[in-house]
């Protein structure tokens, strides 16, 4: 473990709570996970989970763009363990929620062992062009991470990051896997 600046640190505990989450979704080794450029163009989903991590010194903006496709319906109908594939646009929803969820929830635990009185949203479907708004905040920093299941790209994942004051402060990196949790859908 070690002690590294903050925004040296969130790339990383980004990208290890996409993978964790989506390893926890379906456990084997048929996932990639690429850094791609951050222009909104470039992604073609139509929808988005919305969440956001705030402290009183920054905010994080998370969101998981997709599209409800076939691919999309056998990833989820497979991490389901559904083999009728009989989804309906609630379940879809649902699930793809929890699965914010827990990308959001693994960055706030992450982030929460050294910084402390994090708050985090509940997910929100938004629809792409609602992205337009980011451009109008002070965005710091900002990752896209494209997701691809059995080399088929299911999903974006991005952060975007707004300070509001000094971030004088480090967080700590594990260097090693540490596991995760499973996620759960009621």
């Given at each position: 473990m070690?002690?590294v600046k ?7 505990l980004?990208n ?7 390893k926890d ?14 222009d909104?163009?470039a992604i073609k989903d ?17 969101s998981?763009?997709?599209?409800i ?7 989820i ?11 309906t646009?609630d ?5 793809l ?5 827990s ?5 706030k ?6 910084i402390?009185?994090l708050?985090?949203?509940t997910?929100?479907?938004l ?8 451009s109008s905040?002070q965005?710091?920093?900002e990752k896209t ?13 991005n952060?975007?990051?707004s300070k509001?004051?000094?971030?004088d ?13 499973e996620?759960?859908f009621?």
């Amino acid at each position: 473990m070690s002690q590294v600046k903050f925004l040296d640190a969130l790339p990383q505990l980004f990208n290890k709570s996409v993978q964790m989450a989506f390893k926890d979704c379906i456990p084997d080794d048929g996932w990639e996970f690429s850094s791609i450029s951050n222009d909104a163009n470039a992604i073609k989903d139509e929808e988005a989970i919305f969440l956001t991590i705030s402290s009183h010194l920054f905010r994080i903006f998370i969101s998981i763009h997709f599209s409800i496709d076939e691919q999309c319906k056998l990833f989820i109908s497979k991490s389901l363990k559904d083999n009728k594939g009989e989804l309906t646009l609630d379940t879809i929803n649902d699930y793809l929620c929890e699965l914010g969820n827990s990308v959001c929830g693994g960055l706030k635990r992450e982030l929460g062992k050294s910084i402390p009185a994090l708050g985090m949203s509940t997910p929100n479907i938004l629809e792409k062009g609602c992205f337009a708004y980011m451009s109008s905040l002070q965005i710091e920093d900002e990752k896209t991470i494209l997701v691809k299941y059995n080399s088929t790209p299911l999903f974006t994942a991005n952060y975007y990051f707004s300070k509001h004051g000094d971030l004088d402060f480090e967080v700590e990196v594990l260097h090693e896997d540490s596991g995760g949790g499973e996620l759960e859908f009621f």
